[in-house]
């Protein structure tokens, strides 16, 4: 008869004997659900012992109570944990267990978070990256033509990217070359970081300012990961008595779906929304049943996760006149920027700047204060090499909504506070106050205000408010209107009318309409678009004001670069006409092979397909392109430290081709090529019809082997088989019914002959 089990009081956990104990094999329900059979130790009054592993095996918690060892098992009493009622039925020999929630532990499920993707390290290569323009401009007589140029050479190999950028100007004439910046960049995907050698951009941090410099920095680079959230996100929490699936609403649309086992669960690492918002989750059992659970939430990336940390630590010496000359450089500079996850409420940050002329440090905090949104505070103090000392304090708040976005910056500095990046025709900053708020009411637009007041010590006080609006009257149509008013001077204030239309998939027109001081310009504009497959575009361009001006614009562009050609007209003041021809795309060399393409701007690879051209390639099942004479395809295009799925067209393959994978999956490191080679070799078949000495057919069932090769070949009806992976000459074996045979023959050149009748010859088994 089956029994109901009593519950029994907690002990203090230790171990006893199992005397007075028997084991038994039971089948096993939980929640009604069948489980695995399981081993358990049984008392003379049915009191049931469960080994630790099948807890385990069924996530329910182990009770803290007294437990007995049998071997180096350990045994718990079932009835002893909370939540858990058992049921012990004799004549079928099942244990039915019926568990709360609360009985089971938690389960942990993730998001849209990607795990991490090691890379594939680069073999030795590099590419080159140009574009020319030739134009000409003809006014008043006169005629002037020049020849323009933009390059970036780059090598990679597994130790980096190294890049360097020129200008040449004005090619024909003065053929002048200005140097931009040279750099070594190694990154660890690992470790979330990046080392760089040569030019570079300093990190400003919260009231600091980005500078560009030559040295060494060494600095957190959470691209290195793409799927790596760096800012906190809530944790979804819930239970289920019976396994279940998950529904997760992110603002009312669906994100996921997810199964669930019996027990509590959290969600981690949803992709929400930045700003305010809500989930909901909605919890179905076996049995048909919902349950909806609702939380909201404030996400900023301002923020960084409890524990998480992000630095960069610059070396090296301050560029001054970019871009007007190649390598000026002047006073040696230390810069370091340190900001750390203390709590998912709290980021602090540290930022210090140093220089012989000038020192200075600062202290920002950002705190997150739910529902009202982000604050931040910035202290910093600075001195110089006459001892004067100066201070900064900046105030900010932050709240994103579903419907209202504020924002507000304000900074104020002392006289004698100097920092890195501080223009001398300006002077140092005195105050500056940044707010802006978007209105986003539903069916009515998006709205925008704004306000910037900035003034420098010896470039003087600008203020500007600006307003706005974008929204859809109709179907296909966008429109957008603003005004930016000068509260210093008299240039007045500036209107802005925009109407665009879709025309096409990939065709928009425009009519654009501007007014400042009494002056109205009206244009129409009408655009076609390039794709990412070779195709044609062009801009035509017709304005009236002041200046009457039309332009014509066609584009062009093939997989190996883009081009254009552009006319324009002007009159007015002075009657002008110009044009202007330009081309740009890149040059690789990669697995022994030089490459054309368009300009190289990300990751790319090499697609091999030995000795198989004119096989079609693909990118996340999009076609990319045909393999050229030599089986190989470059594709200009990878997303780096990312999965990139290429695949084949097997159709495009001969006959006696065969391979192990038609698909593969690279991850290329930043700016860097990798060579992808799918598995396909030749494979030499043939249908071969053999018959015996005695003239009859080799009997059907018959087992060929070839060379001496492991691999049999079966025999079909009129003494035909098919075998594969044949050689120029080969020796043939077949045996039946305790009888052998053998022949030798060799393979014609061509794609899947058939052979026969080929005189097989008994030898003795």
């Known amino acids: ?340 996850g203390l709590t998912d409420q709290f980021t602090p940050e540290l930022h210090s700047e140093l220089q012989r002329k000038r020192q200075n440090v600062g202290l920002t905090s950002t705190v997150l204060w739910y529902p009202l949104g982000t604050f931040n505070a910035s202290l910093a103090a600075s001195r110089t090499s006459t001892d004067q000392t100066g201070g900064l304090l900046g105030l900010g708040y932050q709240r994103s909504g579903k419907v209202i976005d504020f924002g507000l910056q304000s900074t104020l500095t002392s006289k004698e506070f100097s920092q890195l990046g501080q223009i001398v025709s300006q002077g140092s900053l005195r105050r500056s106050l940044v707010t802006q708020l978007s209105f986003f009411p539903s069916g009515f637009g998006n709205w925008l205000l704004s306000y910037i007041d900035q003034d420098y010590r010896r470039a003087g006080r600008s203020q500007l408010v600006s307003a706005g609006v974008s929204f859809s009257p109709f179907s296909e149509i966008f429109a957008s209107l603003s005004a930016t008013h000068s509260l210093q001077g008299d240039a007045g204030t500036l209107f802005s009318l925009n109407l665009s239309r879709s025309l096409g998939p990939r065709t928009t027109g425009l009519i654009q309409s501007t007014q400042q001081s009494g002056k109205n310009t009206t244009g129409l504009q009408a655009q076609r678009n390039l794709e990412d497959d070779p195709g044609f575009g062009y801009r035509v361009l017709a304005e009236h004001g002041e200046n009457d001006r039309g332009e014509l614009s066609l584009l062009g562009q093939s997989n190996f670069g883009n081009y254009s050609a552009e006319i324009s007209a002007i009159q007015g003041r002075t009657d002008s006409t110009g044009w202007r021809l330009g081309t740009t795309g890149g040059v690789s060399l990669l697995a022994g092979a030089g490459f054309l393409s368009r300009r190289l701007t990300d990751s790319f690879g090499v697609v091999q397909v030995d000795g198989y051209s004119n096989v079609r390639v693909y990118l996340e099942n999009r076609p990319v392109g045909r393999t050229r004479y030599d089986g190989r395809l470059l594709i200009p295009r990878l997303r780096p430290y990312d999965i990139n799925r290429l695949s084949i067209d097997p159709s495009d393959l001969p006959l006696d ?109």
């Not at 969600?267 to 909806?292: F, H, S």
């Not at 690279?666 to 992808?676: I, K, L």
């Not at 053999?690 to 009129?718: K, M, T, Y």
């Open 1 to 340: 008869m089956a029994l109901l089990l009593a519950t029994v009081p907690v002990f203090a956990s230790s171990h006893s004997s199992t005397s007075g104990l028997r084991e038994a094999l039971l089948g096993v329900r939980i929640n009604s659900i069948a489980q695995p059979d399981a081993k358990v130790l049984l008392s003379s009054r049915n009191r049931i012992w469960v080994e630790q592993a099948e807890l385990s095996l069924w996530r329910l918690k182990p009770p803290p109570v007294k437990t007995v060892k049998r071997g180096t098992r350990t045994f718990f009493p079932l009835d002893a944990i909370s939540g858990v009622r058992t049921k012990l039925d004799e004549q079928k020999q099942e244990l039915l267990i019926t568990a709360s929630a609360e009985a089971f532990l938690t389960v942990q499920l993730t998001g849209a978070q990607s795990p991490f993707i090691a890379p594939n390290r680069s073999p030795p290569g590099g590419f080159l990256n140009y574009d020319l323009i030739a134009s000409g401009v003809y006014s008043s007589g006169t005629s002037q033509r020049r020849l323009d140029g933009a390059f970036e050479a780059g090598a990679f190999s597994r130790l980096g990217v190294a890049t360097s950028t020129f200008l040449a100007q004005d090619i024909a004439s003065s053929g002048r070359v200005l140097r931009l910046d040279t750099t070594w960049t190694h990154d660890n995907p690992e470790n979330l970081s990046s080392y760089r050698i040569g030019d570079s951009i300093s990190k400003g941090g919260a009231w600091g300012r980005p500078i560009r410099f030559g040295g060494f920095q060494w600095a957190t680079n959470f691209s290195t990961q793409p799927g790596f959230i760096s800012f906190p996100l809530p944790a979804l929490r819930g239970e289920t008595a019976l396994p279940s699936t998950v529904d997760v609403y992110v603002n009312n649309a669906l994100q996921s779906r997810q199964d669930l086992p019996p027990g509590p669960f959290e969600i981690t690492n949803v992709p929400l929304v930045t700003g305010q918002g809500e989930v909901q989750l909605v919890v179905r059992d076996l049995l048909g049943r919902e349950r909806l659970i609702t939380q909201s939430y404030y996400v900023t990336p301002s923020l960084l996760k409890k524990g998480l940390r992000d630095y960069s630590l610059e070396a090296g010496i301050e560029r001054i006149n970019y871009a007007v000359e190649s390598g000026e450089y002047g006073q040696a500079l230390f810069s370091g920027t340190y900001r750390y």
């Open 657 to 765: 081709a065969k391979a192990s994978s038609f698909q593969l999956e690279v991850a290329p490191y930043y700016r860097s090529g990798v060579v992808a080679t799918f598995p396909v070799s030749r494979s030499r078949s043939a249908l071969i019809r053999i018959i015996l000495e005695n003239g009859r057919e080799l009997p059907a069932g018959s087992q060929v082997r070839v060379n001496d090769q492991l691999q049999e070949f079966p025999v079909g009806l009129h003494g035909e088989v098919f075998i594969t992976d044949l050689k120029p000459e080969n020796r043939l074996q077949a045996s039946w019914n305790h009888s052998q045979c053998t022949l030798k023959f060799t393979l014609p050149d061509q794609p899947l002959p058939t052979l026969g009748p080929l005189l097989c010859k008994r030898v003795s088994p």
